[in-house]
């Protein structure tokens, strides 16, 4: 429930707005129109996720938000990267604290 939706579905959140601009600039106005669905969608099924990994969190005693990152760590897993889609991932149950640490470029 961290990793898949909240770390590799909610990419798909980022990455589509900058793939639409790109095909809005050749003109691909259907491609847009299709990713425009997809990223409606995809906000759904990270906010699934995001719904149980808290409910399985609160169930467990864990605090949600240092557990998804200490859990990207353990896995291994890419950590989100900025530019983040922030409206889409606060309509997808991350919060704006939890954004704002996600959005801090990291140090190397
Ligand atoms: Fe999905």
Avoid: N
Wanted: hydrophobic content about 45%.
């Amino acid at each position: 429930m961290a990793l898949v939706p909240r770390v590799l579905e909610a990419r798909g959140l980022d990455a589509t707005p900058p793939i639409m601009k790109k095909l809005k600039a050749v003109g691909d106005t259907g491609s847009v129109a299709v990713l425009e669905i997809i990223l409606h969608d995809e906000i759904g099924h990270v906010a699934i996720g995001d719904h149980w990994f808290r409910q399985q969190c609160a169930a467990r005693g864990l605090e949600p938000e240092a557990t998804y990152l200490k859990l990207i760590d353990d896995f291994r897993a890419p950590r989100p990267q900025p530019p983040l889609h922030v409206e889409a991932r606060r309509a997808a149950g991350f919060s704006a604290a939890e954004l704002e640490v996600l959005s801090r470029p990291r140090k190397a």
